[in-house]
């Protein structure tokens, strides 16, 4: 291994630790977040409330020296809230532009879904382009901008649902489950101390561990990750089913494709290997594909959900040797 990916490795690796001080199990989910970070992409995180969604990007924000904001999505929110605007300076006699909290590294867009679709129009620039168009002004945004969605799977009252343009957008779509019984008792015990999880990272406790003009060479070290030309064949073929599986409407698209090969390659680093594996691939499928397939409605009906489906796609398709 090279010393790019040995560095890269190494980064990886005390990321994973300093998040471990705060945010208790989710090993899963911290992955797939650095993967999201060091890919350059987005994340659509879906949980219920109170499973440290918010905690978990603050504390990534803190270890990679990056700024934070959070916005909480309402009904009511315009878009001038979360890119800024003009005002008049009478002082200077001309408009001055106020930034929003779009100005940051971080994103937390809390209840997306809970926005109009203006609203979400205007992130939707932000993440593709990473930059915001304000009375004919172009405003860039920071190179490392990353957006990190927030869902709740059971709560859609007063929600609009997101375009496919959008959700297309997002890498990955990453699931936060309840903690198991063992990491919900590990919590309640530091609950009756001084060591809350929020206490641990409001004490400076978590170290950073990259400077931020690091990331970019960071995420260039990821170009020497091999991927041979039969899992590339068998990326694509994996997305290419998902257009002809007879329970699916509507498949995945090159973007699909372009995600699962990049996530791939981001986890086997992670996995500190300079080359990736049918099980990179395949780990990696269901938080890439699942919110961007639509199943047939008679498949619904009967209770069919995205999941079971990616499994049948990834149980059709030949594994490479």
Known sequence: MNTELDHLKEVLTRARSEVAKVIIGQSDVVDQCLIVIFTGHHALVEGVPGIAKTL??????????????????????????????????????????????????????????????KTQSALLQAMQERQVSVDRDTHELSPHFTVFATQNPVEYEGTYPLPE????????????????????????????????????????????VIRLEELSALRRALDR???????L?????LVRRTRTHESI???????????????????????????????????????????RLIL?????????????????VIQGVAVPR
Not at 59 to 74: G, K, M, N, Y
């Open 56 to 117: 978990l990007v603050r504390t990534l924000a803190r270890i990679l020296s990056c700024e934070f904001a959070r916005i909480q999505f309402t009904p009511d929110l315009m878009p001038s809230d979360i890119t800024g605007t003009n005002v008049f300076n009478l002082q200077r006699n001309e408009f001055t532009f106020l930034k929003g909290p779009l100005f940051t590294t971080f994103l937390l867009a809390d209840e997306i879904n809970r926005a109009p679709a």
């Open 165 to 208: 343009a959008q959700k297309d957008r997002f890498m990955l779509k990453i699931s936060m489950t309840w903690p198991d019984r063992d990491d919900e008792l590990t919590l309640a015990r530091r609950m009756l101390g001084q060591d809350t999880p929020e206490a641990t990272l409001a004490s400076g406790a978590v170290a950073s």
């Open 225 to 231: 990750v091999v991927v041979r030309d039969e899992l």
């Open 233 to 237: 064949a068998y990326i694509v073929d």
């Open 249 to 291: 409407l509507v498949g995945g698209g090159p973007r699909a494709v372009q995600a699962l090969l990049l996530a791939s390659r981001a986890s086997a680093a992670i996995q500190a290997r300079d080359f990736v594996t049918p099980d990179d691939v395949r780990s990696l499928a269901t938080p890439v594909l699942e919110h």
């Open 296 to 312: 047939r409605p008679e498949y619904e009906v009967e209770g069919l959900t995205v999941r079971e489906v990616i499994q049948n």
